[in-house]
C-alpha cells in the first residue's frame, strides 16, 4: 500500500509493505523526495505466479551455459504445471515452516528467498536456505549479500545454529557464498526433476 503526504511543498512517498529491511533509497528532484524501499515480502497464494515466473528467469540468466537448454527451456513450457504444484503444497509449506519471500524494489519483484528445516538426512536438523536468486540486473549491488544476511538471521530466530545452502557446482554464487562466511563440507549428486547435477553443500554456523 502506498501512502502520499505532502507537507512543506514536498511530497513523500512510502510503502507499507511488511518490510524485512530498513533501507531507503532518497531520490530528490524538484523538491520532490521520493523514497524507494528494498524488502522482502512474504509469498502468499496470490504471489505464487510471481514466484514461479522469477524462479524460471533467474533460472534462465543464472545457468546459462551451465545447465541444458532444452531443460532451462523447459521450464516455461511447464509454468502452468509448475504455478498448480507450487499452489498445492502451499498449505503443507507453511505447516512445515518453509518461509519464502520476494524480494521487492521499487515496487517490483526482482528475486526470492526460500528457507527451511533441512530435508537432507545427513544433515537432518540443520537450517537450510533453499533459494536465493536475484535478476540479472539488480546483480553486484549488495542485495545479495543483504539477503543472505537476513536469511540467516531468521533461520537463527527459528532455532537453528547450524545452515546449509546447496550450490550448483559451475555457478558463480559458489563464490558468493565462499566469500561471505560459508564453509564448504562436499559436493554431492542430486536430481532437479529429471536433470542430474552436481552441488557443492556449504555450512553457516550461527
Known amino acids: 500500500m502506498k501512502k502520499i503526504i505532502k507537507q512543506r511543498n514536498l511530497l513523500f512517498l512510502y510503502n507499507f509493505n511488511k518490510l524485512l529491511f530498513d533501507n531507503a533509497c532518497f531520490i530528490i528532484y524538484n523538491e520532490i523526495v521520493v523514497i524507494i524501499m528494498e524488502y522482502l515480502k512474504e509469498v502468499t497464494i496470490k504471489d505464487i505466479e510471481t514466484l514461479i515466473e ?9 545457468y546459462k551455459n551451465i545447465l541444458p537448454v532444452s531443460f532451462l527451456e523447459s521450464l516455461h513450457k511447464n509454468k502452468k504445471e509448475l504455478i498448480k504444484e507450487e499452489e498445492e503444497r502451499f498449505i503443507d509449506d507453511k505447516l512445515d515452516g518453509t518461509r519464502k519471500y520476494l524480494f521487492i524494489l521499487d515496487e517490483e519483484s ?31 549491488k549488495g542485495y ?12 537463527k530466530s527459528m532455532g537453528f545454529m547450524e545452515v546449509i545452502i546447496g550450490c550448483i557446482n559451475e555457478s558463480s554464487s559458489n563464490k558468493f557464498f565462499l566469500s561471505h562466511g560459508a564453509k564448504y563440507l562436499c559436493q554431492r549428486k ?8 552436481s552441488e557443492n553443500i556449504y555450512l553457516y554456523e550461527l
Not at 144 to 155: H, N, S
Open 54 to 62: 522469477l524462479n524460471i528467469k533467474t533460472w534462465k540468466e543464472t
Open 110 to 140: 526482482v528475486g526470492y528467498l526460500i528457507i527451511s528445516r533441512c530435508d537432507i538426512e545427513e544433515y537432518n536438523g540443520l537450517g537450510e536456505i533453499n533459494a536465493l536468486y536475484l535478476t540479472k540486473k539488480v546483480q553486484n
Open 144 to 155: 545479495g549479500k543483504k539477503i543472505l544476511e537476513k536469511a540467516l538471521k531468521e533461520l
Open 190 to 197: 542430486r536430481y532437479i526433476m529429471d536433470l542430474e547435477v
